[in-house]
């Protein structure tokens, strides 16, 4: 095992006036031009205080290289003081060194040496947000010959460059799924559309309230949060408790949930909206939900449908106030125009729907199991070839 301050060397250079691209760093493509991911001027009015990277170094984001925010710089340009910049010495081969420390095995070790940060504060919390390079390079690996190293590095540049291709075809895929699920909800409210009433003619719309400190239980009744609201329907899995007196006020105020009732998020993710089923007991709802109690002669299961169409997603985003922090109103909610066909139409839509997007979204639920393995595969394949597990095949 072999320390890792012996084949990295940490780089910290200035060259005030140099004119040199401004580097980022992300997660799925490594070390590329900021240009590339955004448009936007640097914060700093002056460059003269950035680092200068030089092609080959290794760069990485100090608050996100556990999430793999690193990579090989292919030009010379500059980097902030977010980022660490290395440069491997003694042979090291750098694309083995980014593989390694993108490995599950030395994400492990970062993790173990910042428990250890801060040992001496009285506060238990106490954990860094960053890894600088002191922490790196105390850590012990098995570091092959550089001839072993660039082996690896070529082997793993070809096994995931194949899984990345896999997984790009299948995000395609959802891509596409989704704008034909989109496509197909469109087509059938736009059918429908004989005429479109304000939703507060069609519905009761109640705001519901903020779930204080002193309303929290543990063994009672569960409150929705914005988590859980976000789905087709309500799911109470991980929700938080609230006490008997609380869930009384909120009954008082026809603020329970009844199954076929709807819960619409007016913030964070404005416009999600959940269907209450049968099978959820009594529940509360906190603040920023909105329940949705459908009149008599309206199908609830259209009515959400509905809210997800286009056309009703351009009325919400229109009615939306705040800049940083967007929110709806109540009274724009309420003043949302929806189709309103006869009772019988909205429950012809809703079961058609009901199937086709079913069959649709088991589609993208299959996709998107395949990328989740695909990528535990990845990562495995790695871990397992930078810590000497895995034999790796000659190039045939």
């Given amino acids: 095992m072999t320390r890792l301050s012996t084949v990295l060397e940490r780089i910290d250079v ?17 070390v590329l031009r900021r240009s590339e991911l955004s448009d936007k001027p640097p914060r700093a009015e002056s460059l003269d205080a950035y680092k200068v990277v030089r092609c080959g170094d290794i760069v990485f984001n100090k608050m996100s290289i556990r999430a793999g925010a690193l990579g090989v710089a292919s030009e010379d340009g500059l980097a902030t003081y977010h980022y660490e910049v290395m440069r491997p010495v003694n042979g090291a081969d750098a694309r083995f060194l980014v593989y390694l420390m993108k490995s599950d095995w030395l994400i492990g070790e970062l993790i173990a040496r910042e428990r250890g940060i801060g040992a001496g504060d009285t506060s238990a919390s106490v954990r860094t947000t960053e890894v600088p390079f002191k922490i790196l390079r105390t850590i012990e690996a098995h570091l092959p010959s550089p001839a072993a ?17 896999l997984i790009a075809k299948q995000e395609q895929l959802i891509a596409t799924l989704r704008e034909r699920r989109q496509r197909t909800l469109d087509q059938s409210i736009v059918s429908s559309s004989v005429q479109a009433m304000r939703l507060s003619r069609i519905a009761q719309i109640t705001d519901c309230l903020h779930v204080t ?10 409150v929705a949060s914005i988590q859980e609201c976000q789905g087709p329907v309500v799911d109470l899995t991980h929700s938080r408790n609230t006490t008997q007196e609380y869930f009384n006020l909120l009954r008082s105020g026809g603020r329970v949930p009844r199954p076929h009732d709807l819960l619409f998020i007016r913030n964070v993710s404005v416009g999600l909206v959940s269907r209450v089923t049968d099978e959820v007991p009594d529940f509360a709802v906190g603040q920023e939900t909105v329940l949705i109690r459908p009149r008599g002669g309206v199908d609830s299961r259209f009515l959400r449908h509905s809210f997800m169409s286009t056309a009703v997603r351009e009325q919400i985003n229109l009615a939306m106030i705040g800049s940083t922090f967007r929110r709806l109103n109540v009274s724009a909610l309420a003043a949302l125009r929806l189709p309103s066909p006869t009772l019988e139409q909205q429950r012809l839509i809703a079961d058609a729907l009901d199937q086709s997007l079913a069959r649709i979204d088991t589609l993208i639920a299959k996709a998107e199991r395949f990328i989740e393995l695909s990528k535990e595969r990845r990562a495995a394949l790695i871990t397992a070839a930078v810590t000497g597990q895995l034999e790796i095949p000659s190039e045939t």
């Fill in 213 to 222: 400190a002193e309303f929290v239980d543990d063994n009672t009744y569960p």
């Fill in 14 to 30: 200035r060259q005030p006036g140099a004119d040199l691209p401004l580097l980022s760093v992300s997660q799925t493509r490594g």
């Fill in 149 to 165: 190293q660039s082996a690896i590095a070529d082997y793993l540049d070809r096994e995931t460059a194949r899984i990345d291709t």
